[in-house]
Nanobody
Framework: QVQVVESGGGLVRPGGSLRLSCVASESIVGISAMGWFRQAPGKQRELVATLSRYGDENLADSVKGRFTIASVAARSTYLQMNNLKSEDTAVYYC?????????WGQGTQVTVSS
């Protein structure tokens, strides 16, 4: 069964940190990139960070200097989020890309609030 599973969301105060993790099932073959998108209430889903199998990284301007994306294994990735702001509040989705398909996790809520 094809699965993309995220973990690590939660409630954090402004300035705090969270780390999101994502694991893709072994049934997803030929992963070319993994990454993170987010969707805040009333807004469109937007790119946060992506990392290709070759190490090419793409970060949204709004998170540069605060978020880091990395891979711990061929089919897993994590997003380290530091100095979180209220505007980072959203549902975060892991995205897995192959040459032929694209897969999404179910999302994990991140809430930044005092």
């Amino acid at each position: 069964q094809v699965q993309v599973v995220e973990s690590g969301g939660g409630l954090v105060r402004p300035g705090g940190s969270l780390r999101l993790s994502c694991v893709a099932s072994e049934s997803i073959v030929g992963i070319s990139a993994m990454g993170w998108f987010r969707q805040a209430p009333g807004k469109q889903r937007e790119l946060v960070a992506t990392l290709s199998r070759y190490g090419d990284e793409n970060l949204a301007d709004s998170v540069k200097g605060r978020f880091t994306i990395a891979s711990v294994a061929a089919r897993s990735t994590y997003l380290q989020m530091n100095n979180l702001k209220s505007e980072d509040t959203a549902v975060y989705y892991c995205n897995v890309q192959t040459q032929a398909n694209e897969y999404w996790g179910q999302g994990t809520q991140v809430t930044v609030s005092s």
